[in-house]
């Protein structure tokens, strides 16, 4: 049986069919209703997550949270490496075995609307779009988010308060949580509270895209443009994945362009006077 979460209480606990590579059934507009039938056609699966995980057929929910610890995978790279692609076959992946999902992403991310996370090549499933992370308990409700077994958060890098969502779903909630996020910003420092949750982890996976100007692997990104402050959301037309010798390359290339960029405006300046 397989489950995905929608960004509504009531598509929270829907049990579909629906594979996340076939993208229109995540399209439907979401409707906000609790439906105590989709609500209680939660049980048998979590009833399912719980056996699969271990758990026997007469363990209660209560019971399965004490015995089953949570998880927590990491999936990093840089853009365009496959971090969202991996991050909704896991999570589809925990649907096929019966568990309920909840899928998240920041509300800083528009490039798609906020009613799902898409892959750049458009793949999507259905989430919820938040400012932070800690308002994910209040939105789903308390009942609704005790029947959630395995939390995805995409855009991991735009929650500054991902560390203590991490450590409160796995540690306390016995939650499965799988995050996606950029590792590093276009400077290649680090980004956001991404590395933070490193140490929490049960994997890493570090993953890479292809350099656009070779074709070698690419582990950075390079933005094009001159903007200079750490959040642009953007794609293709703002960043590319490069190597370690095209980042170091676009990195004096940007450089030069900026000095004489510089030196055109500063003789407009004194042009003018
Ligand atoms: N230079 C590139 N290297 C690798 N994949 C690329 C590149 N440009 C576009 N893509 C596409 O992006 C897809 C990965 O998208 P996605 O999972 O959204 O990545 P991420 O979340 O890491 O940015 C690849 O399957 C590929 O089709
Ligand atoms: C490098 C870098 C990226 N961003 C933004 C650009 C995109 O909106 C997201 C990353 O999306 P993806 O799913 O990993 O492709 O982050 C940014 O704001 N600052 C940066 O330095
Ligand atoms: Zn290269």
């Known amino acids: 049986m397989r489950s995905l979460l929608a960004a509504s209480a009531a598509s929270a606990f829907v049990r579909s069919s629906a594979s996340p590579l076939r993208p229109p059934l995540f399209a439907l507009p979401f409707r906000p209703q609790l439906s105590s039938t989709r609500f209680c056609a939660a049980r048998p699966v979590s009833a399912a997550a719980a056996k699969s995980r271990g758990g026997g057929a007469g363990c209660s929910e209560m019971?399965?949270?004490?015995?089953?610890?949570?998880?927590?995978?990491?999936?990093?790279?840089?853009?365009?490496?496959?971090?969202?692609?991996?991050?909704?076959?896991?999570v589809q992946a925990e649907a096929d075995t019966g568990r309920t999902l909840a899928l998240i992403k920041s509300d800083k991310d528009n490039r798609y609307?906020?009613?799902?996370v898409v892959t750049h090549d458009g793949t999507k499933m259905a989430c919820w779009a938040l400012p932070e992370l800690s308002s994910f308990q209040d939105k789903?409700?308390?009942?609704?988010?005790?029947?959630?077994?395995?939390?995805?958060?995409?855009?991991?890098?735009?929650f500054d308060d991902l560390r203590d969502f991490c450590c409160k779903a796995a540690d306390r909630d016995g939650k499965i949580v799988i995050v996606a996020g950029l590792d590093g910003d276009y400077k290649r420092n680090k980004f956001g509270s991404v590395l933070d949750i490193i140490p929490l982890a049960d994997s890493v996976t570090k993953l890479t895209a292809r350099c656009e100007l070779c074709g070698r692997r690419a582990f950075f990104t390079l933005r094009k443009t001159g903007d200079t402050k750490t959040e642009l959301i953007g794609g293709a037309d703002v960043y590319m994945p490069v190597c370690r010798q095209h980042y170091l390359?676009?990195?004096?290339?940007?450089?030069?362009?900026?000095?004489?960029?510089?030196?055109?405006?500063?003789?407009?300046?004194?042009?003018?006077k």
Do not use: C, W
């Open 249 to 272: 390359d676009g990195q004096i290339v940007i450089e030069a362009t900026r000095i004489v960029l510089d030196l055109e405006r500063s003789t407009v300046t004194s042009d003018v």
């Open 113 to 116: 609307g906020l009613d799902s």
């Open 140 to 158: 789903l409700g308390a009942e609704a988010y005790n029947k959630v077994d395995v939390i995805g958060i995409d855009e991991a890098q735009f």
């Open 63 to 90: 019971e399965d949270r004490a015995v089953h610890s949570g998880e927590i995978h990491v999936i990093v790279g840089p853009m365009f490496a496959g971090k969202t692609t991996a991050l909704l076959r896991r």
